[in-house]
């Protein structure tokens, strides 16, 4: 078995889940009698965006809000999956070292890949028929493509039997998603399997390390969908592996400013380094774009750990003001943001939000505010009235505007 998280779910939504995806499997498979359910949670960053592909801290939770597989196992390598979304079509491919792809931007790549790294690091050869059950809503930068890299990933672990290190499966799943073409960090993943309920994760790499920081009663975290898909492919695909081809060329051209052999990494680069060394070493060896985006991985990764403190301290006001500086950060030296994320920023702090950033890769999503629980209610009803009510023709739902519970990692139920 996969030791990867706790074997029971507590979550009040996991009762109805379990239930729609035993009823849809009975009618696509039979009954799924020794069959599982896996859960992989969602996640919204705190802080420390577009800083884990560049080996520097992140600071997320998990969410309520998941992807849930119900599934039993076949007797070949035949992975046959349904998706309760009527808009994702089903899937059926062979499990191998080397799987071709769906078209770019389809859900099903994400499930060929955990397939594809799990056969080529451990073996894996079992398939499964499975349905799957998003939470996540889709492309809202709150992580539904790597939960579904775990909850496929894990499935596949279970009815391999295969013993599995949680550590090195975050690894593997967040090497994963370069079968999709983007080149992203391991944050994901690393949330989606290590959080504790209750708790942020200040996480850092190479090696990785998780450090769960209890989240202070009272603080309240509101998220608010900007109904722009957030997707990773296509255009917008480009542009985040754009940016992380910038910051390689800023941290190689930064670090020729340097006497004696250039560092390799960001951290090797900031170690025993001020902020103020260097922002001043940028100003003197990059020009713009990239002096822009090395000022906002430096000062980010600053904001971080300021973060972790600002919580320690049960500091809400402090946390706020480095949300707001990630935010400007993001919108204007990372250009990362867009009008309808700025907007519900700015209509979230007028409600009295200590804080209120973009979270996740930008582009569309998601924002996270920081509210106290007297005040929770004022944020939500500012943001469905001067966002949602002329864009939606009824209230948002819970999926487009709530307050987002600390939660588990991944969990495992037998059927």
């Known amino acids: 078995m996969a030791e990867y998280g706790p074997h029971n779910r507590t979550d009040p939504a996991s009762t109805d889940v379990s239930t729609r995806l035993t009823e849809t499997f009975h009618q696509h498979f039979g009954s799924p009698d020794a069959g599982i359910l896996i859960h992989a949670p969602g996640r919204v960053n705190l802080i420390g965006e577009h800083t884990d592909y560049n080996g520097l801290p992140v600071f997320p939770m998990a969410i309520r809000h998941g992807i849930s597989v119900v599934s039993r196992a076949r007797s070949d390598s035949i992975i046959r ?12 491919f062979e499990i191998s070292g080397v799987i071709p792809p769906y078209p770019t931007g389809h859900w099903g790549n994400y499930v060929k890949a955990a397939a594809q790294v799990l056969h080529r690091e ?9 349905v799957l059950h998003g939470e996540v809503p889709a492309a809202a930068g709150l992580s539904s493509s790597s939960a579904v890299v775990v909850a496929s990933g894990l499935t596949l672990l279970e009815h391999g039997e295969t013993p599995a290190d949680r550590m090195q499966l975050m690894d593997d799943f ?5 079968y999709v073409g983007t080149r992203g960090g391991g944050m994901d993943q690393a949330i ?4 504790k309920p209750g ?20 603080w309240t975290f509101v998220v608010a969908s900007s109904l722009v898909p957030a997707e990773k492919s296509g255009a917008r695909q480009a542009v985040y592996n754009q940016r992380t081809e910038e910051c390689r060329r800023a941290l190689k051209l930064a670090g020729r400013g340097l006497v004696g052999i250039p560092p390799g990494t960001y951290p090797e680069l900031m170690k025993g380094r001020s902020v103020e060394e260097l922002l001043a070493l940028a100003e003197r060896s990059l020009a713009d774009p990239l002096v822009r985006r090395f000022r906002h991985v430096v000062t980010e990764t600053d904001r971080v750990s300021q973060a972790v403190e600002a919580m320690y301290q049960d500091t809400p006001s402090w946390f706020g003001r480095l949300m707001v500086g990630s935010h400007e950060s993001l919108r204007d030296d990372y250009e990362v943001s867009c ?24 582009f569309g999503g998601c924002i996270v505010a920081l509210t106290s629980a007297d005040s929770a209610a004022a944020v939500l009803s500012a943001l469905a009235d001067s966002y949602y009510a002329s864009r939606l023709d009824q209230a948002p739902s819970g999926q487009e505007l709530f307050i987002a519970a600390p939660s588990g990692g991944a969990s495992r139920t037998t059927l």
């Open 81 to 92: 999956l349904i998706n309760t979304d009527p808009d994702f079509e089903p899937l059926e």
């Open 199 to 218: 708790s942020a994760c200040r996480i850092d790499f190479a090696p990785l390390r998780l450090r769960h920081v209890a989240i202070p009663d009272g």
């Open 192 to 195: 989606s399997l290590g959080a």
């Open 339 to 362: 009008p309808e994320l700025d907007e519900l920023v700015d209509i979230s702090m007028a409600a009295g939000a200590f804080g209120a950033r973009l979270t996740g890769a930008g």
């Open 174 to 178: 967040a090497g994963a998603e370069a």
């Open 122 to 130: 451990h073996g894996i050869t079992r398939g499964f028929d499975g």
